[in-house]
């Protein structure tokens, strides 16, 4: 009888991986200061043995952080929570990500998590149109930003300088009847293209443009506040970054690692993406206020091993359509 137990137990703990709780975590992150906060100060009370330690800065500045650091042989961060699967994808092509296949994956879409185990989708940041409630058109469709109502009105962050922009513009270019045309119509009606999600925002809610490419938080949350701003979930669909979170091959805590994929994948850890005022990526998580069902947001379909591959092109031809 004795023996059947221990052999039950081993079974067990082979079949759930049992993680000492205790200890450190150094966290490299791209969220906004706030919900880096949050995010470490929840998994530290779920956790009480661990410390997390965290570093917060833009995904180009997190990453050469991390790459001096490895260069120089003295590696600190454990995970990296940042904002795209094609900065993901790089490092897993480098062999820099532990690959983590036991995670729990239970609620989650096929094709939201590296295949490997090797990065996990913990959100869903859409962009779609943000207009001024001053608008006489409502657009509803991607190609009414290339009507003649919006000419001269079209705000939208640069792929050159915002990795979610160039994400966004992939998908809709493989995802659009026209690709590359698409882009095309948008600069020959006037469309302008610069910097980032806040300034479009900026841009949007002060009037200085009716129009505008963006991410859903941003103006959800302002309209909540009573700025004159609406967001538009197109018909066509929309291009969605996920905060990828992966752990770092040469970090130093790689359970402690794993407990944070698990804290962020799980119920629990859902449910903070939600409060903060995002698309959870698990299923059966209820939206934020501001939100429409999640039956009605089309994500479209986003190869980011192409994207990657074909990053280079990609700058090239949206520099020619826009003279950048």
């Not at 820099?96 to 729990?104: G, I, K, T």
């Not at 850890?269 to 998580?285: C, W």
Request: charged share 20%; glycine share 10%.
């Amino acid at each position: 009888m004795r023996a059947l137990i221990a052999a039950g137990l081993m079974l067990a703990t082979t079949l759930t991986p049992v993680f000492a709780q205790e200890g450190k975590l150094v966290l490299y992150t791209s969220q906004p200061q706030t919900d880096a906060q949050q995010t470490a100060d929840a998994f530290m009370a779920k956790y009480p043995g661990v410390e997390v330690e965290w570093v917060r800065d833009g995904t180009p500045q997190i990453m050469a952080k991390f790459r001096s650091e490895l260069e120089a042989g003295a590696p600190l961060a454990d995970v990296l929570l940042i904002a795209d699967v094609v900065t993901m994808e790089g490092l897993k092509a480098e062999g820099l990500l532990l690959d983590y296949p036991e995670a729990d994956l239970t609620g989650y879409a096929e094709g939201l998590h590296d295949e490997d185990g090797a990065y996990f989708s913990t959100k869903l940041i859409t962009t779609g149109i943000v207009y001024n409630t001053a608008a006489t058109m409502i657009p509803t469709s991607w190609d009414d930003l290339t009507k003649p109502e919006a000419q001269g009105q079209v705000a939208m962050p640069s792929p050159l300088t915002s990795g979610a922009a160039m994400i966004h513009a992939v998908t809709l270019t493989d995802n659009l009847p026209g690709g590359w045309d698409y882009y095309s119509a948008l600069a020959e009606n006037g469309a302008q293209a610069s910097g980032g999600n806040g300034g479009i925002l900026t841009a949007v809610s002060g009037g200085e443009k009716l129009y505008g490419m963006i991410v859903d938080y941003m103006p959800i949350r302002e309209a909540a506040k009573g700025a004159p701003v609406e967001f538009v979930f197109p018909t066509e669909g929309v291009s969605a970054v996920t905060e990828p979170v992966a752990i770092l091959a040469s970090g130093q805590n790689h359970n402690n690692a794993k407990l944070f994929v698990d804290f962020l994948l799980s119920e629990e850890g859902q449910q903070l993406a939600a409060s903060q005022g995002y698309i959870p990526a698990r299923d059966g998580i209820a939206l934020p206020e501001g939100y429409p069902n999640r039956s009605e947001i089309q994500v479209l379909g986003y190869d980011a091993a192409a994207a990657l591959a074909n990053d280079a092109d990609n700058k090239e031809k949206f520099s020619e359509i826009f003279g950048q």
